[in-house]
């Protein structure tokens, strides 16, 4: 008979463990390449479609930060739509769009 422990707390536990959710290991090579696809596609759909806004953090120095931000913002958007192993879609590029539009009003960035 298997018996389960906290861990934790070193105690009998009753009930089964719960299984961790499954995670796909990926080399650190290409999670960084992935990482940069996102940022450049983040990064050209913000300067096509709010270019003035764009600009604006360009001037001030932190379209850097900002962009760092909506990729983590858009991370899992990007992923539902398998970016970038899909072929780039008119969707992703609408929900991006949304995105930061989203971003831009909640974070009030764009009275610069």
């Known amino acids: 008979m ?3 422990y906290n861990l934790g707390k070193a105690l009998r536990d009753t009930g089964r463990m719960p299984a ?3 995670k796909i ?5 290409a999670g960084r390449d992935i ?3 996102r940022y450049d596609y983040i990064a050209r759909v913000f300067e096509e479609e ?3 806004i764009y600009y604006r953090f360009f001037s001030c120095s932190i379209l850097h930060y900002e962009l760092m931000n909506l ?5 899992p958007l990007m992923e539902e739509f398998g970016f ?3 072929d780039e879609s008119r969707l992703l590029s609408y929900a991006v769009t949304a995105a930061i539009a989203d971003y831009l009003g909640e974070g009030g960035n764009d009275g610069l």
């Open 2 to 4: 298997a018996t389960t």
């Open 20 to 22: 961790p959710e499954p």
């Open 25 to 29: 290991l990926i080399p650190e090579s």
């Open 35 to 37: 990482l940069q696809e």
């Open 50 to 52: 709010f270019e003035e």
């Open 71 to 75: 990729v983590s913002i858009c991370k």
């Open 84 to 86: 970038p192993y899909r």
